[in-house]
């Protein structure tokens, strides 16, 4: 059965697979270099206040004073109750950004570019899954991918507005955008 030019299925198998793929090659990249996500004062202070945040959803007392957003170490806090290890939430956190930002973008790009969707998401794939930076951030315990897979959400939402013009779209491309912006700014 032929195919017509625009349609989603392709484009959708290729995002599927493409994430599968960069979900192995994450994990063996992460084996392979050992490294726990734990850089730099920043990394730490994050880990830090993610601890003071689990204590406080488990009943402790309040979390005190943060320069930086809490968005992240919240989702921190979250993924700790599930791993039972703050700084494997922390960089579990990354990694699933770095998921659903290639997942997000690329289905972003697909809308946007319905006659030539397999395309934009093969482009997606090579610019954004294979820079050096996006691979770092992903291994990180810091809140750069969680922001950039809010901003993906974002476009990919504002995209189907665009194209539906229903109050549902708006309302999620609102949230991640506010979202995304604070993720990384106080």
Known sequence: MRREKGSALPARGAVLAGALLLAVAWAAFRLASGFDGLYGQDAHEYLRFAGEVRSFLAGGPRPGAFFWPVVYPAATALLSFLTGSLPVAAQLVSALSLLGAFVAGALALARRFPDDALLAVAFWGAGFALAPFVLRASLASMSDLLGTA?????????????????????????????????????
Not at 157 to 163: L, P, Q, V
């Open 150 to 186: 809010f901003l993906c959400a974002f476009l990919f939402f504002a995209f189907e507005w665009d194209r539906e013009a229903k109050g549902g779209g708006l309302a999620l491309a609102a949230f991640f955008a506010v979202a995304a912006v604070t993720t990384r700014h106080p």
